[in-house]
């Protein structure tokens, strides 16, 4: 079965400072790669997704996260934090199949500090 | 396009009742997915449905169900509410259809609260 561990359920970062969220996945195969985020009272949202092409992925929002095989990683890093960007994140994976069955990590509430 | 949307957004009912949340997909999207979300067990999938038919299915007891529609709006019914029951149930829904990484777009959720 598929896992995956976020590193960190909360992490606090100062305005300008770089955000940097952990991902570590299971599978056998690479799977298909997910970052969501949430904000308070809302749905998910889809920030990128690495699905075997470039293994550097950008995202929206000055977001981007790199696969790494090797270390089965799929960390999400954004240069600069910006307020509105306190929210929850999930890193979430799904089977090469037909389907759209997706295994979320724990997440990481991302607090930022003026 | 509108987006996912869910009704009711809130629900509040007692144990041993069952109760029925509704999810209308983005038009044209033929796949939607039900994932729980509590503080304790975090987004767990429940099931997906495409083109009427259950495609997969998570690890939840049997008092979890649901259904699609021909217009590809889906339901899911929960019976015999517990108090571990109380979450936000999100409906995701996407273009479905063949190996690919098939976008999902979340609605707002129902947050289900049982007493």
């Known amino acids: 079965a598929q896992s995956v561990t976020q590193l960190g359920s909360h992490v606090s970062v100062s305005e300008g400072a770089l955000v940097l969220l952990r991902c570590n996945y299971s599978s056998s195969v690479p799977p298909y790669l997910f970052w969501y985020v949430q904000y308070p009272n809302q749905g998910l949202q889809l920030l990128l997704k690495y699905t075997s092409a470039a293994t550097l992925v950008k995202g929206i929002n000055g977001f981007e996260a790199e696969f790494k095989k090797s270390e089965t990683s799929f960390h999400l890093t954004k240069p600069s934090a910006h307020m509105s960007d306190a929210a929850e994140y999930f890193c979430a994976v799904s089977k090469r199949a037909a389907g759209n069955k997706l295994t979320f990590g724990g997440g990481t509430r991302v607090l930022v500090k003026p | 396009k509108a987006g996912v949307t869910q009704t009711p957004r809130y629900l509040i009912k007692t144990r041993g009742q069952q109760v029925t949340l509704s999810c209308s997909p983005i038009?044209?999207?033929?796949?939607v997915s039900w994932y729980q979300q509590t503080p304790g067990q975090g987004l767990q999938f429940l099931f997906e449905y495409f083109s009427e038919t259950q495609r997969n299915k998570g690890n939840f007891p049997g008092r979890f169900s649901g259904r699609q529609f021909s217009n590809s709006r889906s339901e899911m019914n929960v019976s015999t509410l517990e108090l571990g029951d109380s979450a936000l149930y999100l409906c995701?829904?996407?273009?479905?259809?063949?190996?690919?990484?098939?976008?999902?777009?979340f609605g707002p959720g129902t947050r289900l609260t049982v007493l």
């Open positions: 995701a829904s996407s273009l479905g259809g063949g190996e690919t990484s098939n976008e999902q777009f």
């Open positions: 038009s044209g999207h033929r796949s």
